[in-house]
């Protein structure tokens, strides 16, 4: 928090010494990442969406340290930042590619300078399938997941009239009914389709134990990783007896990437929140307590106090357009406060025993309660060292959820 | 739904019969509501946000129908749309003005041609201060709300500075605590304080009762309405009494605006969701029964089903980044069915009883949970009749919660 904001509404704005204010219009920055004027945090407008960049690149660091110590490379999924700079900065930092939840949020990616990206969900209609063949003439690394027989014929015969060779995936699923065919013979007449469709190409498994990355304590997580993921490492096995060359086998997140580089023939983990983490997974628990810290907070929205009805609680301007509801925010820096959901455009902090007093105007920082459906919610990241921001990078894929 | 969608899969890429499938960067739209290729929503790239024009056009014409039998006007709040066009259609239904939640949207909506614009909550800090003048430079019908003292000759000052005038009401607190000023003698000396003011012009009461909105069954609400505007109700007499002219009384929204217009002394009526309604507001109860079908919904979510790795269920690509969280959407047209959240990107449709088959490829159209924080997830509405896409409306103060 800065303080005594009161001095500086009086010294900005009706004094002629006060700090230029720079409203969005008149901040520079282009389609890719670029250097602004530099300026405090806390003069950007409220509500924003700020990057610790130390901080994102010690977690950028770390998990490259971790990974390169193991047989698994990371494929980071970019529906977390929805950011091409970020997505090249993983790559910088050793990553096999990247994945994308959705055929738009691969243009992005593509368009932004990505080569290798596979989109996690499978493809099936018509207008999609004519989107990724475009996708598909302008990079040879354009990796779809199919599920059903049907998807093969139609994805070969799309393949063929674009004149495209395609990177397919078998979608393997695990325990839970989202998306994914069934090991055992259903995955294998699947592999068999493609082998045998002219215009794909087989490259491997990926085996997404989705709710097992938040399954709350290491020890439970390991055992219902290692559980989930043993049918996908029984696949690989018996597709490789089969003759095949080795297939990769993407599995795997932010909550389980260490017990999942450990498995026998994981080749990559396809983490996301790794590098900004939230509420939400520092309370799943680490190996060593009850936070899971094997990385550090790095995002933060900034909000304002902007009324006070009552002692014991303030207002501020960031509700439900600002943060996703599925959790709730907590105070960076301020402890004996706790934040409520007031609306779409405000939340109440209420003041049960703060550590620094919070006035009227006030600026704070607040870690997020869940970091992918929340930077969905922000136009661009403001992003920052000490407290001067140093660049601003849109979030371009934001909304691309088609 | 449209069935057949493996039909549709195989008539329109592969053979040259085939509909034409447009994509996204193909749709035809200038920065107000233009007119788009005629074309069937089925082929809107999904997730997408669809408005059945006549339904909405029904709302607009049912609300004002209500309101000229009363004393009350309509100043929709464009927080819930954040579209200038549909923000000038109100105005054509008869709003006597409307309602912007932040600086930033009520900038959006000047930029669109809207000129008498409330912003609902206070305005504290210098940087949002100086924007607010920047509005009132360009309009003289740009209003403000104000709790506290400071506040006040916060404005003043800056409105003397711009050299405007701005117009101010009193923000009330009404027995819960997120904005507003006590009545009784604290608001007295807010309005004495306006009244002092050389540049700030005294223009009503603002007494907006959030959560009874939402209270269910219409005779609570109306018992929890009455006895939550009561207090504004009084501090509009006193006001009058102390030789003021008759201030404006803005109160309410969807859930009660019958209830409170026929309130005495209640000038205008806040709603916003009563153009599309949804799951939510649905669920409150009306005069007649369970459901409140005062409005009809107007706003649906257009998703696909992608996946079906078991028999009982089915994948749509619509989750939490295509939808609110706080509330389940729920399908149009289709009953046995119901929705639950599977992460960010996907929904699962349990298959109880299924009114219709729904096979992999389906099109499907779903009533939103909550409509606010669904809105601000797209970049644009696709707007129909029949099932014909007529236009494609910006919401252009998306993501403006600054």
Same mark, same amino acid.
């Given at each position: 928090?800065?303080?005594?904001?009161?001095?500086?509404?009086?010294?900005?704005?009706?004094?002629?010494?006060?700090?230029?204010?720079?409203?969005?219009?008149?901040?520079?920055?282009?389609?890719?990442?670029?250097?602004?004027?530099?300026?405090?945090?806390?003069?950007?407008?409220?509500?924003?969406?700020?990057?610790?960049?130390?901080?994102?690149?010690?977690?950028?660091?770390?998990?490259?340290?971790?990974?390169?110590?193991?047989?698994?490379?990371?494929?980071?999924?970019?529906?977390?930042?929805?950011?091409?700079?970020?997505?090249?900065?993983?790559?910088?930092?050793?990553?096999?590619?990247?994945?994308? $939840?959705?055929?738009?949020?691969? +243009?992005? %990616?593509? *368009? &932004?300078?990505?080569?290798? #990206? =596979?989109?996690?969900?499978?493809?099936?209609?018509?207008?999609?399938?004519?989107?990724?063949?475009?996708?598909?003439?302008?990079?040879?690394?354009?990796?779809?997941?199919?599920?059903?027989?049907?998807?093969?014929?139609?994805?070969?015969?799309?393949?063929?009239?674009?004149?495209?060779?395609?990177?397919?995936?078998?979608?393997?699923?695990?325990?839970?009914?989202?998306?994914?065919?069934?090991?055992?013979?259903?995955?294998?007449?699947?592999?068999?389709?493609?082998?045998?469709?002219?215009?794909?190409?087989?490259?491997?498994?990926?085996?997404?134990?989705?709710?097992?990355?938040?399954?709350?304590?290491?020890?439970?997580?390991?055992?219902?990783?290692?559980?989930?993921?043993?049918? $996908?490492?029984?696949?690989?096995? +018996?597709? %490789?007896? *089969? &003759?095949?060359?080795?297939? #990769? =086998?993407?599995?795997?997140?932010?909550?389980?990437?260490?017990?999942?580089?450990?498995?026998?023939?994981?080749?990559?983990?396809?983490?996301?929140?790794?590098?900004?983490?939230?509420?939400?997974?520092?309370?799943?628990?680490?190996?060593?307590?009850?936070?899971?810290?094997?990385?550090?907070?790095?995002?933060?929205?900034?909000?304002?106090?902007?009324?006070?009805?009552?002692?014991?609680?303030?207002?501020?301007?960031?509700?439900?357009?600002?943060?996703?509801?599925?959790?709730?925010?907590?105070?960076?820096?301020?402890?004996?406060?706790?934040?409520?959901?007031?609306?779409?455009?405000?939340?109440?902090?209420?003041?049960?025993?703060?550590?620094?007093?919070?006035?009227?105007?006030?600026?704070?920082?607040?870690?997020?309660?869940?970091?992918?459906?929340?930077?969905?919610?922000?136009?661009?990241?403001?992003?920052?060292?000490?407290?001067?921001?140093?660049?601003?990078?849109?979030?371009?894929?934001?909304?691309?959820?088609?």
């Amino acid at each position: 928090m800065k303080p005594s904001r009161r001095k500086f509404i009086h010294s900005a704005l009706w004094t002629t010494a006060g700090i230029s204010v720079i409203g969005p219009s008149q901040i520079a920055w282009s389609k890719a990442n670029t250097v602004i004027k530099a300026r405090s945090i806390w003069d950007i407008p409220t509500p924003a969406l700020l990057i610790d960049r130390e901080a994102m690149e010690r977690n950028l660091r770390k998990m490259k340290s971790f990974l390169s110590a193991t047989n698994a490379g990371l494929r980071p999924h970019t529906k977390t930042h929805k950011s091409p700079a970020i997505a090249k900065m993983q790559m910088d930092y050793g990553a096999v590619g990247v994945c994308a $939840a959705k055929v738009s949020e691969a +243009e992005v %990616m593509l *368009a &932004g300078g990505l080569q290798d #990206i =596979l989109i996690t969900s499978p493809i099936v209609t018509a207008d999609k399938i004519k989107r990724v063949m475009a996708l598909a003439s302008q990079s040879d690394r354009i990796r779809l997941v199919v599920d059903r027989q049907e998807n093969v014929r139609d994805l070969n015969e799309a393949a063929k009239a674009a004149g495209v060779d395609l990177s397919v995936m078998i979608d393997l699923r695990l325990g839970w009914i989202r998306t994914g065919i069934d090991h055992g013979k259903p995955a294998m007449d699947l592999l068999k389709a493609i082998d045998r469709s002219s215009n794909l190409r087989f490259y491997g498994i990926q085996a997404y134990a989705g709710p097992v990355q938040h399954v709350r304590g290491f020890d439970h997580r390991k055992e219902a990783s290692e559980k989930a993921l043993a049918p $996908a490492q029984q696949l690989k096995k +018996e597709i %490789m007896k *089969a &003759g095949y060359q080795e297939p #990769i =086998l993407s599995v795997g997140g932010t909550g389980t990437y260490s017990i999942d580089a450990a498995l026998e023939g994981v080749t990559d983990i396809q983490a996301g929140s790794y590098l900004f983490m939230d509420v939400d997974y520092l309370m799943i628990g680490g190996k060593a307590g009850a936070l899971y810290t094997d990385f550090e907070p790095s995002l933060y929205v900034l909000s304002t106090a902007i009324s006070q009805p009552q002692p014991g609680s303030i207002t501020i301007d960031a509700g439900g357009k600002s943060f996703s509801k599925d959790k709730k925010p907590q105070l960076k820096d301020i402890t004996g406060v706790e934040y409520s959901f007031a609306g779409d455009e405000h939340g109440i902090l209420k003041l049960t025993d703060p550590s620094k007093e919070i006035l009227v105007g006030d600026k704070l920082l607040l870690l997020i309660s869940h970091c992918d459906p929340t930077i969905n919610l922000y136009d661009n990241y403001h992003v920052y060292a000490g407290e001067e921001v140093q660049e601003v990078w849109p979030v371009a894929g934001r909304g691309k959820s088609q």
